[in-house]
């Protein structure tokens, strides 16, 4: 069975400095992985994916994340936060063939502090 | 609409009554999801159509949850005789296909109820 694990329930960071939000994954074979954020009385919105190739992949909004088949990681990463980054933030995997059916993390409220 | 809609945003209802909820998808997408999302936790699968295919239902929590899908239209979720653990917003997306489904766009959610 596939999951996701993100072991941070909230991460706190200044406004400048970077930030990283944690996700590991369990899945048969290759996984498709992604991101999603949920702000504040809005709808989930893409922010970036990992099918296959190039192992870091840069998303919407200055976002990016790397991935690490060797410790089937998948962490969400940004250069230098912003307030308005300040939101739930979602890490899916799902195989990579066969089953359409994703699996969600339980989200990490991210805060970007003034 | 621009958007993926979903009706009502917000539903009380009391223990035993059934509910429809409302999804219309982007014009075009062929493949719709349902999920659920309880307080503190990710999305749940319940339920995903793609065009005229048979729905994928393995997600459905038990035989009181059932949803159907006109087409490449509307779809509803029904549940039936509510249960107090029913109490979750439930999320529709649409995409342009399976394939693409998690880059789904996804609709503001239902906010369930169950008193």
């Known amino acids: 069975a596939q999951s996701v694990a993100q072991p941070e329930d909230q991460v706190n960071v200044a406004e400048g400095n970077p930030l990283t939000v944690k996700c590991t994954y369990s899945v048969s074979g290759n996984p498709y992985l992604f991101w999603y954020v949920q702000y504040p009385n809005r709808g989930l919105q893409f922010l970036l994916k990992?099918?296959?190739?190039?192992?870091l992949v840069k998303g919407s909004y200055g976002f990016e994340a790397e991935f690490n088949k060797s410790q089937t990681s998948f962490h969400l990463k940004k250069p230098s936060a912003l307030v308005s980054d300040s939101a739930l933030y979602f890490c899916a995997v799902r195989p990579g063939g066969g089953s359409y059916i994703p699996t969600f993390g339980r989200g990490t409220s991210l805060i970007v502090h003034p | 609409g621009a958007g993926v809609s979903q009706s009502p945003s917000n539903k009380v209802t009391e223990k035993g009554k059934d509910v429809e909820l409302r999804c219309d998808p982007i014009?075009?997408?062929?493949?719709l999801y349902w999920y659920r999302q309880r307080l503190g936790q990710g999305l749940e699968f319940l339920i995903y159509f793609q065009g005229n295919s048979a729905p994928d239902k393995s997600g459905l929590p038990s035989d009181r949850f059932s949803a159907e899908r006109t087409g490449e239209s509307v779809s509803t979720l029904t549940i039936q005789r509510t249960q107090q653990e029913d109490s979750a917003v439930y999320l529709c997306a649409s995409s342009l296909a399976l394939d693409r489904g998690p880059e789904a766009f996804f609709g503001q959610g239902t906010r369930l109820t169950v008193v």
């Open positions: 990992y099918i296959t190739g190039d192992n």
């Open positions: 014009s075009g997408h062929t493949a």
